[in-house]
Protein backbone atom coordinates (compact mmCIF):
# COMPACT_ATOMS: atom_id res chain seq x y z
CA UNK A 1 0.00 0.00 0.00
CA UNK A 2 2.95 2.68 0.80
CA UNK A 3 4.57 1.95 -2.64
CA UNK A 4 0.66 2.83 -3.90
CA UNK A 5 0.67 5.79 -1.94
CA UNK A 6 4.39 6.87 -3.73
CA UNK A 7 2.79 6.50 -6.97
CA UNK A 8 -0.08 8.87 -6.35
CA UNK A 9 2.20 11.38 -4.69
CA UNK A 10 4.40 11.25 -7.46
CA UNK A 11 2.12 11.28 -10.12
CA UNK A 12 0.98 14.40 -8.63
CA UNK A 13 4.79 15.85 -8.27
CA UNK A 14 5.05 14.99 -11.89
CA UNK A 15 2.33 17.89 -13.07
CA UNK A 16 -0.62 15.35 -13.30
CA UNK A 17 -1.61 17.80 -11.00
CA UNK A 18 -5.07 19.43 -9.45
CA UNK A 19 -7.33 18.32 -12.28
CA UNK A 20 -5.79 14.15 -12.11
CA UNK A 21 -7.19 12.02 -9.86
CA UNK A 22 -5.08 9.30 -8.99
CA UNK A 23 -7.31 5.52 -9.11
CA UNK A 24 -5.44 2.88 -7.29
CA UNK A 25 -6.25 -0.32 -7.01
CA UNK A 26 -6.03 -2.20 -3.38
CA UNK A 27 -5.99 -5.77 -4.16
CA UNK A 28 -6.57 -6.88 -0.29
CA UNK A 29 -10.16 -5.64 -0.91
CA UNK A 30 -10.92 -5.14 -5.03
CA UNK A 31 -12.02 -1.89 -4.02
CA UNK A 32 -10.71 1.40 -6.09
CA UNK A 33 -9.67 4.50 -3.78
CA UNK A 34 -9.66 7.77 -5.41
CA UNK A 35 -7.83 10.41 -4.16
CA UNK A 36 -7.92 14.04 -5.13
CA UNK A 37 -5.16 16.28 -5.94
CA UNK A 38 -5.38 17.13 -2.30
CA UNK A 39 -4.46 13.03 -1.41
CA UNK A 40 -8.46 13.70 0.22
CA UNK A 41 -10.69 10.39 -0.21
CA UNK A 42 -13.19 10.91 -2.76
CA UNK A 43 -16.46 8.93 -2.68
CA UNK A 44 -15.79 5.55 -4.70
CA UNK A 45 -18.65 5.30 -7.04
CA UNK A 46 -18.34 1.32 -8.57
CA UNK A 47 -21.24 0.36 -5.82
CA UNK A 48 -22.83 3.26 -4.99
CA UNK A 49 -26.15 2.92 -6.36
CA UNK A 50 -28.35 5.34 -8.70
CA UNK A 51 -31.51 5.59 -7.75
CA UNK A 52 -31.57 4.59 -3.98
CA UNK A 53 -31.74 7.99 -1.75
CA UNK A 54 -28.12 8.50 -0.06
CA UNK A 55 -26.63 11.84 0.99
CA UNK A 56 -23.60 12.83 -1.35
CA UNK A 57 -20.91 11.43 0.84
CA UNK A 58 -20.42 10.55 4.82
CA UNK A 59 -22.76 8.52 6.64
CA UNK A 60 -26.66 7.87 6.86
CA UNK A 61 -28.90 5.88 9.07
CA UNK A 62 -32.56 6.45 10.12
CA UNK A 63 -35.23 8.13 8.01
CA UNK A 64 -36.29 10.64 10.13
CA UNK A 65 -39.65 12.69 9.71
CA UNK A 66 -40.94 12.01 6.14
CA UNK A 67 -43.88 14.01 5.27
CA UNK A 68 -45.64 15.99 2.57
CA UNK A 69 -46.14 19.65 2.76
CA UNK A 70 -47.29 22.24 0.85
CA UNK A 71 -46.85 19.83 -2.83
CA UNK A 72 -43.13 18.91 -1.82
CA UNK A 73 -41.82 16.00 -0.39
CA UNK A 74 -39.46 16.02 2.48
CA UNK A 75 -36.83 13.36 4.03
CA UNK A 76 -35.18 13.87 6.83
CA UNK A 77 -32.40 11.24 7.81
CA UNK A 78 -29.75 10.85 10.59
CA UNK A 79 -26.62 11.92 8.95
CA UNK A 80 -22.42 11.91 10.20
CA UNK A 81 -21.54 15.05 8.00
CA UNK A 82 -17.95 14.50 8.79
CA UNK A 83 -17.49 11.05 7.84
CA UNK A 84 -18.67 7.41 6.80
CA UNK A 85 -19.19 6.24 10.52
CA UNK A 86 -21.25 7.07 12.71
CA UNK A 87 -20.54 9.09 15.58
CA UNK A 88 -21.70 11.85 18.15
CA UNK A 89 -21.92 14.41 15.05
CA UNK A 90 -25.34 12.60 14.02
CA UNK A 91 -27.66 15.46 12.40
CA UNK A 92 -30.78 15.70 10.79
CA UNK A 93 -29.67 16.18 6.94
CA UNK A 94 -32.57 17.07 4.85
CA UNK A 95 -33.48 16.55 0.90
CA UNK A 96 -37.03 17.48 -1.05
CA UNK A 97 -38.57 16.28 -3.85
CA UNK A 98 -41.26 16.66 -6.47
CA UNK A 99 -41.62 13.00 -6.53
CA UNK A 100 -40.20 10.99 -4.67
CA UNK A 101 -37.12 10.00 -6.86
CA UNK A 102 -35.28 12.69 -7.88
CA UNK A 103 -33.68 14.34 -4.45
CA UNK A 104 -32.30 17.77 -3.72
CA UNK A 105 -30.28 18.42 -0.84
CA UNK A 106 -31.19 21.42 1.75
CA UNK A 107 -28.63 22.26 4.61
CA UNK A 108 -29.10 20.14 7.75
CA UNK A 109 -32.13 20.79 9.83
CA UNK A 110 -30.86 20.14 12.79
CA UNK A 111 -27.54 19.95 14.51
CA UNK A 112 -26.08 19.12 17.56
CA UNK A 113 -25.53 22.61 19.61
CA UNK A 114 -27.52 23.13 22.40
CA UNK A 115 -27.22 21.06 25.90
CA UNK A 116 -29.92 18.96 25.64
CA UNK A 117 -28.49 17.19 21.99
CA UNK A 118 -24.68 18.57 22.15
CA UNK A 119 -23.77 14.59 22.01
CA UNK A 120 -26.27 13.95 18.33
CA UNK A 121 -29.93 15.04 17.30
CA UNK A 122 -31.30 11.65 17.10
CA UNK A 123 -34.72 10.28 15.43
CA UNK A 124 -38.23 11.45 15.79
CA UNK A 125 -40.85 12.25 13.72
CA UNK A 126 -43.00 15.49 12.37
CA UNK A 127 -46.31 16.06 12.85
CA UNK A 128 -48.10 18.15 11.00
CA UNK A 129 -50.56 20.50 13.06
CA UNK A 130 -53.73 21.84 12.02
CA UNK A 131 -53.11 25.01 10.08
CA UNK A 132 -50.18 23.46 8.24
CA UNK A 133 -47.74 23.82 10.99
CA UNK A 134 -44.84 20.23 11.06
CA UNK A 135 -43.49 20.12 14.09
CA UNK A 136 -40.56 18.09 14.61
CA UNK A 137 -40.02 15.85 17.91
CA UNK A 138 -36.51 14.35 18.17
CA UNK A 139 -34.23 13.03 20.37
CA UNK A 140 -31.19 14.90 22.09
CA UNK A 141 -28.83 13.30 23.61
CA UNK A 142 -26.59 15.35 26.46
CA UNK A 143 -23.67 15.75 27.38
CA UNK A 144 -24.15 12.81 30.37
CA UNK A 145 -25.62 10.26 27.25
CA UNK A 146 -28.92 11.01 28.97
CA UNK A 147 -31.59 11.06 26.31
CA UNK A 148 -34.59 13.66 25.94
CA UNK A 149 -37.66 14.64 23.36
CA UNK A 150 -37.55 17.89 21.92
CA UNK A 151 -39.41 20.06 19.76
CA UNK A 152 -37.99 22.20 16.64
CA UNK A 153 -40.69 24.15 14.38
CA UNK A 154 -39.62 25.97 11.37
CA UNK A 155 -38.28 29.29 11.46
CA UNK A 156 -40.36 30.68 8.42
CA UNK A 157 -43.49 29.06 7.74
CA UNK A 158 -43.80 31.23 4.57
CA UNK A 159 -40.56 29.37 3.35
CA UNK A 160 -42.48 26.03 1.21
CA UNK A 161 -38.96 24.31 1.77
CA UNK A 162 -38.74 24.55 5.01
CA UNK A 163 -35.04 25.27 4.79
CA UNK A 164 -34.23 26.13 8.73
CA UNK A 165 -35.72 24.88 12.11
CA UNK A 166 -35.70 26.06 15.18
CA UNK A 167 -35.35 24.08 18.86
CA UNK A 168 -37.73 25.93 21.62
CA UNK A 169 -36.48 27.57 24.64
CA UNK A 170 -38.63 25.00 26.41
CA UNK A 171 -36.69 21.97 25.62
CA UNK A 172 -36.03 19.08 26.73
CA UNK A 173 -39.98 18.36 26.88
CA UNK A 174 -39.76 14.97 28.05
CA UNK A 175 -36.96 13.67 30.11
CA UNK A 176 -36.38 10.44 32.45
CA UNK A 177 -36.43 12.17 36.17
CA UNK A 178 -36.44 10.05 39.76
CA UNK A 179 -39.80 9.70 39.37
CA UNK A 180 -40.78 8.66 36.18
CA UNK A 181 -38.19 5.99 36.71
CA UNK A 182 -37.42 5.90 32.78
CA UNK A 183 -34.43 4.35 31.65
CA UNK A 184 -32.18 7.68 31.36
CA UNK A 185 -30.12 5.83 28.12
CA UNK A 186 -32.64 4.07 26.65
CA UNK A 187 -35.69 6.25 26.10
CA UNK A 188 -35.84 8.11 21.86
CA UNK A 189 -37.43 7.71 18.93
CA UNK A 190 -40.62 9.48 19.24
CA UNK A 191 -43.23 9.03 16.73
CA UNK A 192 -45.84 10.78 14.57
CA UNK A 193 -48.43 12.31 17.02
CA UNK A 194 -51.99 11.67 16.72
CA UNK A 195 -54.82 13.25 18.15
CA UNK A 196 -57.73 11.62 20.48
CA UNK A 197 -61.15 12.30 20.48
CA UNK A 198 -60.45 14.00 23.68
CA UNK A 199 -58.11 16.50 22.20
CA UNK A 200 -55.29 15.34 23.67
CA UNK A 201 -51.87 14.52 21.26
CA UNK A 202 -50.15 11.16 21.58
CA UNK A 203 -47.25 10.12 21.00
CA UNK A 204 -44.94 6.65 22.01
CA UNK A 205 -41.15 6.68 22.84
CA UNK A 206 -39.06 3.46 22.79
CA UNK A 207 -37.83 2.27 25.78
CA UNK A 208 -36.81 -0.43 27.84
CA UNK A 209 -36.93 -1.72 31.08
CA UNK A 210 -33.98 -4.33 31.63
CA UNK A 211 -34.82 -7.04 29.14
CA UNK A 212 -38.85 -5.61 28.90
CA UNK A 213 -39.40 -3.40 25.62
CA UNK A 214 -41.63 -0.85 25.92
CA UNK A 215 -43.40 2.05 23.76
CA UNK A 216 -43.65 4.90 26.57
CA UNK A 217 -47.05 6.85 25.97
CA UNK A 218 -47.06 10.54 26.50
CA UNK A 219 -50.17 13.09 25.81
CA UNK A 220 -50.87 16.37 25.59
CA UNK A 221 -53.16 18.84 25.04
CA UNK A 222 -51.15 21.69 23.33
CA UNK A 223 -47.95 19.79 21.87
CA UNK A 224 -45.24 21.93 24.59
CA UNK A 225 -46.52 20.36 27.80
CA UNK A 226 -46.33 16.63 27.85
CA UNK A 227 -47.66 13.64 30.62
CA UNK A 228 -46.15 10.30 30.69
CA UNK A 229 -49.45 7.74 30.89
CA UNK A 230 -49.47 5.42 33.79
CA UNK A 231 -49.36 2.72 30.80
CA UNK A 232 -47.26 1.83 28.27
CA UNK A 233 -48.88 1.44 24.36
CA UNK A 234 -47.46 -1.81 24.60
CA UNK A 235 -44.50 -4.10 25.95
CA UNK A 236 -42.89 -6.89 25.86
CA UNK A 237 -41.33 -8.92 28.47
CA UNK A 238 -38.02 -9.95 26.77
CA UNK A 239 -37.74 -8.11 23.68
CA UNK A 240 -34.80 -5.39 24.75
CA UNK A 241 -35.19 -1.94 23.57
CA UNK A 242 -37.64 -0.84 21.24
CA UNK A 243 -35.85 1.80 18.82
CA UNK A 244 -38.05 4.00 16.27
CA UNK A 245 -41.14 2.91 17.20
CA UNK A 246 -44.23 3.23 14.61
CA UNK A 247 -47.97 3.18 15.19
CA UNK A 248 -50.58 4.04 12.82
CA UNK A 249 -54.24 3.15 11.44
CA UNK A 250 -54.39 0.82 7.94
CA UNK A 251 -57.67 0.40 6.43
CA UNK A 252 -59.53 -2.76 6.29
CA UNK A 253 -61.20 -1.92 2.54
CA UNK A 254 -58.56 -1.75 -0.51
CA UNK A 255 -54.92 -0.16 -0.66
CA UNK A 256 -55.69 3.36 0.86
CA UNK A 257 -53.57 4.69 2.95
CA UNK A 258 -55.12 6.65 6.22
CA UNK A 259 -54.00 9.85 8.14
CA UNK A 260 -52.53 8.83 11.66
CA UNK A 261 -54.83 10.16 14.16
CA UNK A 262 -58.31 8.90 11.63
CA UNK A 263 -59.96 5.73 13.88
CA UNK A 264 -63.02 4.60 13.22
CA UNK A 265 -65.06 0.50 12.64
CA UNK A 266 -62.75 0.11 9.27
CA UNK A 267 -59.89 0.44 10.83
CA UNK A 268 -57.01 -1.49 12.45
CA UNK A 269 -53.38 -0.47 14.02
CA UNK A 270 -49.67 -1.43 13.29
CA UNK A 271 -47.31 -1.23 15.84
CA UNK A 272 -44.06 -1.48 14.52
CA UNK A 273 -40.52 -1.60 16.78
CA UNK A 274 -37.04 -1.99 15.71
CA UNK A 275 -35.55 -4.42 17.92
CA UNK A 276 -31.90 -3.32 19.14
CA UNK A 277 -30.72 -6.91 19.39
CA UNK A 278 -31.31 -7.92 16.39
CA UNK A 279 -31.60 -5.14 14.40
CA UNK A 280 -34.57 -6.14 12.49
CA UNK A 281 -37.80 -4.00 12.26
CA UNK A 282 -41.02 -6.38 13.36
CA UNK A 283 -44.80 -5.25 13.23
CA UNK A 284 -48.01 -6.29 15.27
CA UNK A 285 -51.41 -5.91 13.78
CA UNK A 286 -54.16 -5.40 16.40
CA UNK A 287 -56.82 -2.91 17.82
CA UNK A 288 -56.33 -0.10 19.23
CA UNK A 289 -58.46 0.34 22.50
CA UNK A 290 -58.82 3.76 22.76
CA UNK A 291 -60.81 3.71 26.16
CA UNK A 292 -57.84 2.12 27.91
CA UNK A 293 -54.94 3.58 25.61
CA UNK A 294 -53.53 0.37 24.71
CA UNK A 295 -52.54 -1.76 21.66
CA UNK A 296 -54.02 -5.01 21.73
CA UNK A 297 -52.36 -7.32 18.83
CA UNK A 298 -54.00 -9.82 17.25
CA UNK A 299 -51.16 -12.10 17.47
CA UNK A 300 -48.03 -12.45 20.21
CA UNK A 301 -46.34 -10.06 20.80
CA UNK A 302 -42.46 -9.16 20.26
CA UNK A 303 -40.75 -11.68 23.04
CA UNK A 304 -37.87 -13.22 21.59
CA UNK A 305 -38.03 -17.05 22.57
CA UNK A 306 -41.00 -16.76 19.45
CA UNK A 307 -39.75 -13.50 17.53
CA UNK A 308 -39.23 -15.90 14.34
CA UNK A 309 -42.73 -16.05 14.14
CA UNK A 310 -43.74 -12.27 14.39
CA UNK A 311 -43.75 -10.76 11.02
CA UNK A 312 -41.10 -8.22 9.33
CA UNK A 313 -41.58 -5.67 6.88
CA UNK A 314 -38.20 -7.00 5.15
CA UNK A 315 -36.25 -10.29 6.07
CA UNK A 316 -32.88 -8.77 4.66
CA UNK A 317 -31.33 -5.42 5.76
CA UNK A 318 -34.08 -3.06 6.71
CA UNK A 319 -34.16 -0.97 9.91
CA UNK A 320 -35.52 2.12 11.70
CA UNK A 321 -38.21 2.00 9.48
CA UNK A 322 -40.83 5.17 9.43
CA UNK A 323 -43.66 5.59 7.36
CA UNK A 324 -45.77 8.32 6.53
CA UNK A 325 -49.78 9.26 4.93
CA UNK A 326 -49.33 11.08 1.77
CA UNK A 327 -52.71 13.16 1.71
CA UNK A 328 -52.10 13.70 -2.21
CA UNK A 329 -52.28 10.08 -3.38
CA UNK A 330 -54.16 8.55 -0.33
CA UNK A 331 -51.18 6.11 0.84
CA UNK A 332 -49.00 5.48 3.63
CA UNK A 333 -45.27 5.08 2.17
CA UNK A 334 -42.53 3.70 4.32
CA UNK A 335 -39.68 4.30 4.45
CA UNK A 336 -36.09 2.28 5.71
CA UNK A 337 -32.39 2.24 6.17
CA UNK A 338 -30.27 -0.34 4.21
CA UNK A 339 -27.10 -0.71 5.80
CA UNK A 340 -23.62 -1.92 3.78
CA UNK A 341 -22.74 -5.12 4.37
CA UNK A 342 -19.25 -4.31 3.60
CA UNK A 343 -16.53 -3.94 6.42
CA UNK A 344 -16.29 -0.85 7.94
CA UNK A 345 -12.87 -0.27 6.44
CA UNK A 346 -14.35 -0.50 3.30
CA UNK A 347 -16.62 1.92 4.00
CA UNK A 348 -14.49 4.60 4.71
CA UNK A 349 -12.49 4.10 2.03
CA UNK A 350 -15.30 4.22 -0.42
CA UNK A 351 -16.03 7.50 1.93
CA UNK A 352 -20.05 6.69 2.09
CA UNK A 353 -22.40 4.25 4.17
CA UNK A 354 -26.00 3.46 4.29
CA UNK A 355 -29.14 4.07 1.60
CA UNK A 356 -32.87 4.09 2.08
CA UNK A 357 -34.86 1.47 0.44
CA UNK A 358 -37.38 2.41 -2.50
CA UNK A 359 -39.89 4.14 -0.51
CA UNK A 360 -43.04 1.28 -0.53
CA UNK A 361 -46.87 1.57 -0.78
CA UNK A 362 -48.23 -0.24 2.31
CA UNK A 363 -51.42 -1.66 2.81
CA UNK A 364 -53.21 -4.31 5.05
CA UNK A 365 -53.73 -7.79 2.54
CA UNK A 366 -57.39 -8.68 2.45
CA UNK A 367 -56.61 -11.83 5.10
CA UNK A 368 -56.49 -8.73 7.38
CA UNK A 369 -53.05 -10.63 8.30
CA UNK A 370 -50.57 -9.19 6.76
CA UNK A 371 -49.19 -5.97 5.48
CA UNK A 372 -48.76 -5.46 1.25
CA UNK A 373 -45.29 -3.56 0.28
CA UNK A 374 -44.94 -2.52 -2.87
CA UNK A 375 -42.34 0.25 -4.47
CA UNK A 376 -43.72 3.38 -4.87
CA UNK A 377 -45.14 3.91 -8.53
CA UNK A 378 -43.14 6.87 -9.40
CA UNK A 379 -40.01 4.68 -9.59
CA UNK A 380 -41.52 3.16 -12.93
CA UNK A 381 -40.45 6.37 -14.62
CA UNK A 382 -37.01 5.43 -14.51
CA UNK A 383 -38.09 2.56 -16.79
CA UNK A 384 -35.76 2.66 -19.59
CA UNK A 385 -35.44 -0.45 -22.43
CA UNK A 386 -37.56 -3.35 -22.23
CA UNK A 387 -37.38 -6.72 -22.53
CA UNK A 388 -39.93 -9.40 -22.22
CA UNK A 389 -40.86 -13.44 -22.57
CA UNK A 390 -43.79 -15.39 -22.62
CA UNK A 391 -44.46 -18.68 -21.61
CA UNK A 392 -41.33 -20.19 -21.39
CA UNK A 393 -40.89 -23.48 -19.83
CA UNK A 394 -37.89 -24.04 -17.84
CA UNK A 395 -36.86 -27.09 -17.52
CA UNK A 396 -34.91 -28.87 -13.91
CA UNK A 397 -31.40 -28.26 -14.61
CA UNK A 398 -31.84 -24.92 -16.87
CA UNK A 399 -30.17 -21.26 -17.04
CA UNK A 400 -31.87 -18.70 -19.31
CA UNK A 401 -30.13 -15.56 -19.71
CA UNK A 402 -31.86 -12.26 -19.97
CA UNK A 403 -30.00 -10.03 -21.81
CA UNK A 404 -30.66 -6.25 -23.75
CA UNK A 405 -31.21 -4.41 -20.60
CA UNK A 406 -28.34 -3.14 -17.81
CA UNK A 407 -28.01 -5.76 -15.45
CA UNK A 408 -26.19 -4.14 -12.56
CA UNK A 409 -29.02 -1.50 -12.85
CA UNK A 410 -32.24 -2.78 -13.20
CA UNK A 411 -36.15 -3.33 -12.71
CA UNK A 412 -37.20 -6.84 -13.42
CA UNK A 413 -40.79 -8.72 -13.21
CA UNK A 414 -40.91 -12.63 -13.17
CA UNK A 415 -44.03 -15.10 -12.43
CA UNK A 416 -43.86 -18.82 -12.36
CA UNK A 417 -46.33 -21.42 -12.58
CA UNK A 418 -45.52 -24.79 -11.28
CA UNK A 419 -46.83 -28.27 -12.07
CA UNK A 420 -46.26 -31.98 -10.93
CA UNK A 421 -46.24 -30.07 -7.46
CA UNK A 422 -46.03 -33.62 -5.79
CA UNK A 423 -42.54 -33.83 -6.25
CA UNK A 424 -41.76 -30.97 -3.56
CA UNK A 425 -39.53 -31.32 -1.03
CA UNK A 426 -41.26 -32.66 1.96
CA UNK A 427 -40.97 -30.38 5.14
CA UNK A 428 -39.33 -32.45 7.89
CA UNK A 429 -41.71 -31.56 11.14
CA UNK A 430 -38.80 -31.66 13.21
CA UNK A 431 -37.33 -28.78 11.59
CA UNK A 432 -37.71 -24.94 13.41
CA UNK A 433 -40.10 -23.14 11.14
CA UNK A 434 -37.56 -20.07 10.61
CA UNK A 435 -37.52 -19.76 6.70
CA UNK A 436 -33.66 -18.24 7.00
CA UNK A 437 -32.79 -21.32 8.06
CA UNK A 438 -34.97 -23.20 5.42
CA UNK A 439 -32.82 -21.16 2.81
CA UNK A 440 -29.48 -21.59 4.41
CA UNK A 441 -29.63 -25.24 5.34
CA UNK A 442 -31.97 -27.29 3.78
CA UNK A 443 -32.57 -25.34 0.44
CA UNK A 444 -31.70 -27.93 -2.71
CA UNK A 445 -32.74 -26.48 -5.93
CA UNK A 446 -34.89 -24.01 -6.39
CA UNK A 447 -36.14 -21.33 -8.87
CA UNK A 448 -35.86 -18.09 -9.62
CA UNK A 449 -33.46 -15.38 -10.79
CA UNK A 450 -29.79 -15.10 -10.42
CA UNK A 451 -28.95 -11.32 -10.33
CA UNK A 452 -25.36 -9.20 -10.81
CA UNK A 453 -23.98 -12.67 -11.97
CA UNK A 454 -20.27 -12.37 -13.30
CA UNK A 455 -19.76 -14.43 -16.79
CA UNK A 456 -18.35 -17.66 -15.46
CA UNK A 457 -20.35 -17.72 -12.93
CA UNK A 458 -17.69 -17.03 -10.04
CA UNK A 459 -20.02 -14.56 -8.43
CA UNK A 460 -23.90 -14.32 -8.18
CA UNK A 461 -26.30 -13.42 -5.89
CA UNK A 462 -29.55 -15.90 -6.15
CA UNK A 463 -33.25 -15.04 -5.12
CA UNK A 464 -35.63 -17.70 -5.46
CA UNK A 465 -38.64 -20.01 -4.31
CA UNK A 466 -38.70 -23.00 -2.89
CA UNK A 467 -41.91 -24.81 -2.30
CA UNK A 468 -41.90 -27.48 0.60
CA UNK A 469 -44.94 -29.73 1.04
CA UNK A 470 -46.65 -31.20 4.29
CA UNK A 471 -49.42 -33.98 4.66
CA UNK A 472 -52.00 -30.94 4.32
CA UNK A 473 -50.21 -28.40 2.14
CA UNK A 474 -47.67 -26.27 0.27
CA UNK A 475 -45.37 -24.00 2.37
CA UNK A 476 -43.67 -21.43 -0.33
CA UNK A 477 -39.97 -20.06 1.11
CA UNK A 478 -38.34 -17.13 -0.73
CA UNK A 479 -34.89 -17.47 -0.41
CA UNK A 480 -32.04 -14.27 -1.26
CA UNK A 481 -28.28 -15.90 -1.00
CA UNK A 482 -25.39 -13.56 -1.23
CA UNK A 483 -23.03 -16.57 -0.05
CA UNK A 484 -21.55 -16.71 -3.66
CA UNK A 485 -22.00 -12.40 -4.27
CA UNK A 486 -18.56 -11.46 -4.37
CA UNK A 487 -15.18 -13.05 -4.18
CA UNK A 488 -14.43 -10.48 -1.19
CA UNK A 489 -15.33 -12.61 1.36
CA UNK A 490 -14.66 -9.77 4.11
CA UNK A 491 -18.12 -8.94 3.57
CA UNK A 492 -21.48 -9.95 5.35
CA UNK A 493 -22.55 -12.58 2.97
CA UNK A 494 -25.74 -13.95 4.75
CA UNK A 495 -28.37 -15.66 2.99
CA UNK A 496 -32.07 -14.57 3.95
CA UNK A 497 -35.13 -16.11 4.15
CA UNK A 498 -39.05 -14.95 4.01
CA UNK A 499 -42.37 -17.38 4.40
CA UNK A 500 -44.90 -15.84 0.97
CA UNK A 501 -47.94 -17.09 2.24
CA UNK A 502 -49.14 -17.97 -1.54
CA UNK A 503 -50.81 -21.08 -2.72
CA UNK A 504 -48.55 -22.76 -5.81
CA UNK A 505 -51.34 -24.98 -6.62
CA UNK A 506 -53.67 -22.32 -7.27
CA UNK A 507 -51.65 -18.97 -7.13
CA UNK A 508 -48.55 -17.85 -9.65
CA UNK A 509 -45.25 -16.91 -7.66
CA UNK A 510 -44.34 -13.75 -8.69
CA UNK A 511 -41.17 -11.83 -7.85
CA UNK A 512 -40.17 -8.27 -8.66
CA UNK A 513 -36.55 -7.40 -8.00
CA UNK A 514 -34.93 -4.00 -8.16
CA UNK A 515 -30.94 -4.57 -8.92
CA UNK A 516 -28.93 -1.28 -8.26
CA UNK A 517 -25.12 -1.55 -8.58
CA UNK A 518 -24.98 -2.89 -4.99
CA UNK A 519 -28.67 -3.30 -3.74
CA UNK A 520 -30.53 -6.03 -4.54
CA UNK A 521 -34.72 -5.23 -2.87
CA UNK A 522 -36.72 -8.44 -4.12
CA UNK A 523 -40.39 -8.88 -3.89
CA UNK A 524 -41.91 -11.75 -3.79
CA UNK A 525 -46.08 -13.09 -3.81
CA UNK A 526 -46.86 -9.28 -5.18
CA UNK A 527 -44.98 -7.25 -1.90
CA UNK A 528 -45.92 -10.46 0.66
CA UNK A 529 -42.49 -10.87 1.17
CA UNK A 530 -39.43 -8.71 0.75
CA UNK A 531 -36.05 -9.17 1.20
CA UNK A 532 -33.12 -6.47 0.35
CA UNK A 533 -29.32 -7.40 0.48
CA UNK A 534 -26.21 -5.43 -0.16
CA UNK A 535 -23.87 -7.38 -2.34
CA UNK A 536 -20.43 -6.22 -4.00
CA UNK A 537 -19.32 -8.57 -6.63
CA UNK A 538 -15.56 -7.80 -7.57
CA UNK A 539 -16.30 -9.06 -11.16
CA UNK A 540 -19.78 -8.94 -12.03
CA UNK A 541 -19.97 -5.02 -12.00
CA UNK A 542 -21.85 -2.53 -14.39
CA UNK A 543 -21.79 -4.06 -18.32
CA UNK A 544 -19.57 -7.24 -17.09
CA UNK A 545 -22.60 -8.72 -14.71
CA UNK A 546 -25.33 -10.83 -15.92
CA UNK A 547 -28.90 -11.65 -15.36
CA UNK A 548 -30.68 -15.37 -15.83
CA UNK A 549 -33.77 -16.96 -14.88
CA UNK A 550 -33.41 -20.25 -13.65
CA UNK A 551 -34.76 -23.52 -12.16
CA UNK A 552 -32.41 -25.72 -10.17
CA UNK A 553 -35.17 -28.04 -8.71
CA UNK A 554 -37.08 -30.88 -9.38
CA UNK A 555 -39.96 -29.32 -9.82
CA UNK A 556 -41.74 -28.11 -13.63
CA UNK A 557 -41.72 -24.06 -14.19
CA UNK A 558 -43.03 -22.16 -16.34
CA UNK A 559 -41.80 -18.48 -16.27
CA UNK A 560 -45.42 -17.30 -17.14
CA UNK A 561 -44.15 -13.53 -18.05
CA UNK A 562 -40.70 -11.95 -17.80
CA UNK A 563 -40.67 -8.16 -17.95
CA UNK A 564 -37.31 -6.23 -17.52
CA UNK A 565 -36.59 -2.58 -17.44
CA UNK A 566 -33.07 -1.08 -17.60
CA UNK A 567 -33.06 1.69 -14.82
CA UNK A 568 -32.06 5.19 -15.73
CA UNK A 569 -30.09 7.13 -12.77
CA UNK A 570 -32.36 9.71 -10.63
CA UNK A 571 -31.05 12.67 -9.51
CA UNK A 572 -30.18 12.26 -5.80
CA UNK A 573 -28.55 14.77 -3.63
N1 LIG B 1 -30.47 5.39 15.45
C1 LIG B 1 -30.61 6.66 16.08
C2 LIG B 1 -31.39 6.41 17.32
C3 LIG B 1 -32.13 5.16 17.00
C4 LIG B 1 -31.12 4.38 16.22
C5 LIG B 1 -29.25 7.24 16.33
C6 LIG B 1 -31.75 3.32 15.36
O1 LIG B 1 -32.24 7.48 17.61
O2 LIG B 1 -32.57 4.50 18.15
O3 LIG B 1 -28.59 7.51 15.14
O4 LIG B 1 -30.94 2.99 14.28
Known amino acids: MASLHLLATLLLILGYGRSVIAHIIDEASHQTTHYSSNNMIIPNHTYRPSFHFLPSKNWMNDPNGPMRYKGMYHLFYQHNPKAAVW ?14 VNWFPLQPALTPNQPY ?21 YTGIDHNNHQTQNLAIPKNLSDPLLREWVKLPNNPLMKPTLGNKINVTSFRDPTTAWLGHDGFWRVIVGSQENEKGIAI ?6 FLHWIKAKHPLNSAKKSGMWECPDFYPVSTKGKIGIETSVDGPQVRHVLKVSLYDTSHDYYLIGTYDTTKDVFVPDEKGFDKDELYLVQRYDYGKFYASKTFYDGAKKRRVLWGWI ?22 TVWLHESGKQLI ?4 AEIEKLRGHHVKLHSKVLKPGTLLQVSGVTPAQADVEISFQVSKLENAQELNPSWKLDPQILCSQKAKGGFGLLVLASKGMQEYTSVFFMIFKTNKKYVVVMCSDQSRSSLNHKNDLTTYGAFVNVDPAHEELSLRILIDQSVVESFGGKGKACITSRVYPTLAINDKAHLHAFNNGTLHVKITRLSAWSMKKAKVN
Open 87 to 100: NTAIEWGHSISKDL
Open 339 to 360: NESSVQQDDEKKAWSGIQAIPR
Open 117 to 137: DIKGCWSGSITILPNQKPFIL
Open 217 to 222: LYKSKD
Open 373 to 376: QWPI
